[in-house]
């Protein structure tokens, strides 16, 4: 495994564990500053950024203190250049299971995602 796809690996690994626990102190390492959140997959579009959607993390249960199995994966990560990358990933959140489209940069910060598009779609009870 190449360097540079360990430590987008392990960025990953920070986000996960930031939605899992809600935690928006690792959530917010992962995230660039000047990240956007776009979902689609309802009528309207869904845009923020970070200074938007932290709080929202921050005021909702975590997944983990609803005892919720953890349910996320990494599908792939794919480079263009050398500070340019896409992972695409799966996690689930209640009912609903998440793919990710996460676009990284690198800076002197080190990897971080600068864009988060997703969808979902609700588990059937």
């Given amino acids: 495994m190449s360097a540079r796809f360990e430590e987008v690996a392990n ?13 928006v102190g690792k959530l917010g390492s992962a995230l660039h500053p000047k990240a956007i959140y776009v ?4 009528e309207e579009l869904v845009y923020r950024t970070m200074d938007e959607y932290l709080p929202i993390v921050a005021k909702r249960p975590s997944p983990a203190s609803r005892g919720e ?6 599908e792939s990560i794919e480079f263009a250049g050398d500070k340019h990358a896409l992972a695409r990933v799966r996690c689930a959140i209640g009912d609903r299971h998440f793919t990710d489209l996460l676009s990284f940069v690198y800076s002197q ?17």
């Fill in 11 to 23: 960025v990953l690994q920070t986000y996960f564990d930031g939605l899992y626990f809600s935690d």
């Fill in 39 to 42: 979902s689609a997959t309802e």
């Fill in 69 to 74: 199995l953890r349910r996320d994966a990494i």
């Fill in 109 to 125: 910060a080190g990897w971080q995602i600068i864009s988060k598009v997703f969808h979902y779609d609700i588990e059937a009870s």
